[in-house]
């Protein structure tokens, strides 16, 4: 076993946050309009696979013990990625929250991960466009590789949750709180992501000055020229990612930025290409994109949890059709935030593929994807007309 977890310390703290999840859980998801029984259910089935990662990490299966062995604060506490996670874990025992309190707090975020996603189903099934799809979605967000993935100490579960807490501020009523919160997880778990949001908004914003009809042509001149004066403050927000694919802390000039990104895109296509689940070096991009929403798609695996996730990839392959067949565009009622992100997401998925080389880490990767291309289906079918 990784952690000695037998003894008072791990006790007294799992307890005490033990009984402060509870009273999160049932808070927050009357906020979000849930019932006391879609709450608990929620709870109890994210926390079985909670439990599922962290025996597993206890027997040497996963990182997360190694963020808690080897935590130290680091010079900066607020450095980005391993030096975070190592940092974050190191507080937490100073406050004497131990292994398995510190597993339970990131059940707690996995769970309110789901709590969005699933209330934001809810209210987009009430439209009468959307009812029939209530039940597969409902189905979609409950997946055992969505609970696995978001659960245990990772920077994946921290990502995932700071995906779905920035969704949801911009969705509906702008929550400015919230919107900072999660932009500042993604900046100290994976930050390389964050300018995609940057691109996201001005991607909508190029998009809503050419095909606004409202707007002259002298108007939209002017316009054109303010954005093409804020594109190089824009592209200079890659140099947050930069730390993850450059020995560089970061680049100045724009033909320098493109040589770095490029550079690291060529190469990343190599790092575990020659691994079982290597995609190879020289599969071409729409492959690989396939390669990321699909694979493994095969049930002759070797073990379980293969065989698991080659029947939930046919499942996303079934919810694929579903979604090409009943696909609407119906933009009324989406708010620019809320279609920037989508935008946002869509980058994200036409990029990421060209940095894996290797689709079991896009077992875990996908699902900062797909959930919102769900919703963003709902989202674009939506009719004014309720249930009720």
Request: proline share 3%; hydrophobic share 50%; net charge positive.
């Amino acid at each position: 076993m990784s952690v000695d977890i037998y003894n008072l310390s791990e006790l007294v703290s799992s307890i005490l946050v033990f009984i402060l999840s509870i009273f999160l859980i049932f808070k927050i998801g009357k906020s979000l309009k849930l019932s006391k029984n879609e709450t608990a259910l929620i709870f109890c089935w994210h926390s079985i696979f909670a439990l599922f990662f962290m025996l597993i990490d206890l027997y040497g299966g996963h990182d997360a013990s190694g963020w808690y062995n080897k935590a130290e604060i680091k010079k900066n506490i607020f450095n980005f990625g391993n030096d975070f996670m190592f940092s974050f874990s190191s507080v937490l025992q100073s406050l004497q929250v131990k292994y398995i309190a510190q597993n339970l707090i990131y059940n707690l975020l996995g769970t309110l991960t789901i709590f969005i996603f699933y209330s934001k189903i809810k209210g987009l099934c009430r439209y009468k466009s959307n009812k029939k799809f209530f039940f597969i979605s409902s189905l979609f967000v409950l997946l055992p590789g969505l609970m696995f993935w978001s659960s245990g100490i990772s920077k994946d579960s921290i990502t995932i949750f700071a995906f779905a807490l920035l969704y949801y501020s911009v969705n509906s009523k702008f929550n400015i709180y919230l919107f900072l919160f999660s932009i500042g997880l993604i900046l100290v778990a994976r930050p390389f992501l964050l300018p995609f949001f940057g691109a996201g908004a001005y991607l909508y914003l190029c998009l809503k000055i050419l095909f606004d009809k409202n707007t002259n042509i002298k108007k939209k001149f002017f316009y054109i020229i303010i954005l093409i004066i804020i594109f190089y403050p824009m592209i200079n927000l890659v140099n947050l990612g930069f730390p993850y694919i450059s020995k560089d802390t970061g680049v100045s000039g724009l033909i320098e930025i493109f040589s770095t990104v490029k550079n690291y895109v060529s190469s990343a296509r190599y790092f575990y290409s020659e691994t079982r689940l290597g995609i190879p070096a020289d599969t071409i991009f729409w492959k690989r994109h396939l390669y990321f929403l699909y694979m493994p798609l095969t049930i002759t695996q070797e073990t379980p949890a293969n065989i698991y996730f080659s029947l939930e990839n046919l499942f996303f392959l079934f919810m694929t059709t579903i979604i090409i067949k009943n696909f609407k565009f119906n933009l009324k009622e989406i708010n620019a935030l809320t279609l920037s992100f989508y935008l946002s997401v869509l980058l994200l998925f036409l990029f990421i593929p060209f940095i894996f080389s290797n689709y079991g880490i896009a077992l875990r990767f996908k699902w900062l994807i797909v959930p919102y291309f769900l919703l963003a289906f709902l989202d674009l079918r939506k009719k004014i007309k309720l249930i009720f």
